[in-house]
């Protein structure tokens, strides 16, 4: 081999070799740089005490929608309950407007010495329709004007009662558990006010 062959292969051999070198140092970078970074003690406390906060307000958040998502519901079966029971109401009331028709018919027929029976035993029926559904009379007669329960359409001076005390009942009226399905119509008292002039100076 000449003289000049042999420095092109040790020339050769020295640029591979460093190279080589060059490659292992850039490896060895990587792999520092991509080793976990150690955190301080102070550093792994704040890290903690943000990680606390977000789960308080993903908690305070996830409140919030449950406590949004349960009244939601209550909402709704309330809605509905109420749909229903005004539906059931309407149906009462035409219900008990027949019923006062049969009932006022009984009497008459009764006063008359005519034979009721056939009534009787609808307007018997028709009362157990009642119970079944809760559905029972408002007290009225003797009772003290309430006007959740009792409608007034005329009024009788009378000292001798309380004021606003039921005297009469023109037309019964039912509840059917907390709902009043139709107030009592009723005439009330109302206390005799005495004339000033009556007086003596």
């Known amino acids: 081999m000449s003289e000049k062959n042999q420095q092109d292969t040790k020339s050769e051999k020295s640029n591979i070799a460093t190279k080589d070198y060059e490659n292992n140092s850039v490896n060895e970078e990587v792999e520092i740089t ?4 150690e955190l ?29 998502f349960q009244n939601l519901q209550r909402k709704t079966k309330l809605d509905i309950e109420n749909g229903i029971n005004l539906k059931i109401d ?13 009932f006022l018919a009984k009497k008459v027929l009764a006063d008359e010495k005519i034979d009721v029976s056939g009534l009787e035993s609808i307007v018997k029926n028709m009362n157990s329709l009642l119970l079944e559904y809760k559905v029972t009379p ?7 004007f309430n006007p959740n329960f009792h409608e007034a359409v ?12 039921i005297t009469k009942e023109i037309r019964k009226g ?8 139709r107030p009592t119509i009723v005439e009330i008292s109302k206390k005799l ?3 000033n002039n009556l007086h003596g100076e």
């Open 34 to 37: 991509n080793q976990p970074k």
């Open 40 to 68: 301080s003690i102070s550093e792994l406390k704040a890290e903690l005490e943000e990680t606390k906060q977000n789960l308080a307000e993903y908690e305070e958040n996830l409140k919030h929608s449950l406590a949004d």
């Open 90 to 102: 309407k149906l009462l009331l035409k219900f008990l407007t027949i019923y006062d028709d049969l």
């Open 138 to 144: 408002i007290n009225a007669l003797g009772e003290i």
């Open 154 to 165: 005329s009024v009788v001076e009378d000292s001798s009662l309380d004021e606003g005390t």
């Open 174 to 181: 039912y509840i059917s558990e907390n709902r009043v399905i």
């Open 193 to 195: 006010k005495l004339d």
